[in-house]
Nanobody
Framework: VQLQASGGGLVQPGGSLRLSCAASGSFSSINAMGWYRQAPGKTRELVATITTGGSTNYADSVKGRFTISTDNAKNTVSLQMNSLKSEDTAVYSC??????????????WGQGTQVTVSS
């Protein structure tokens, strides 16, 4: 399974960015997708997750500002980030929990995309 992320960049505080991640390859189904981030000198933290059933989970620090969505038919996940703050600056990585053809659920990671919030 390959995950291709896009949409990072430089934005001013208060601005918006949209990250997208597409899963491709050989798998039976995807159970959940989401985003983690890691800022310099900090541990990786969960940003948001969504199941194929539509259940979502957000880090407290992004609730009300970020929205995660998925297109199950296209195996993609998006993260709309509004009201960005400098503390949102990090490398954002998408993941997918996919079921293979023998019934195992495995987690796959995409390459990180840099989000920088700065004036």
């Amino acid at each position: 399974v390959q995950l291709q992320a896009s949409g990072g960049g430089l934005v001013q505080p208060g601005g918006s960015l949209r990250l997208s991640c597409a899963a491709s390859g050989s798998f039976s189904s995807i159970n959940a997708m989401g985003w983690y981030r890691q800022a310099p000198g900090k541990t990786r933290e969960l940003v948001a997750t969504i199941t194929t059933g539509g259940s979502t989970n957000y880090a407290d620090s992004v609730k009300g500002r970020f929205t995660i969505s998925t297109d199950n038919a296209k195996n993609t996940v998006s993260l709309q980030m509004n009201s960005l703050k400098s503390e949102d600056t990090a490398v954002y990585s998408c993941y997918a929990q996919a079921r293979n053809y023998i019934g195992d659920y495995l987690v796959y990671w995409g390459q990180g995309t840099q989000v920088t919030v700065s004036s």
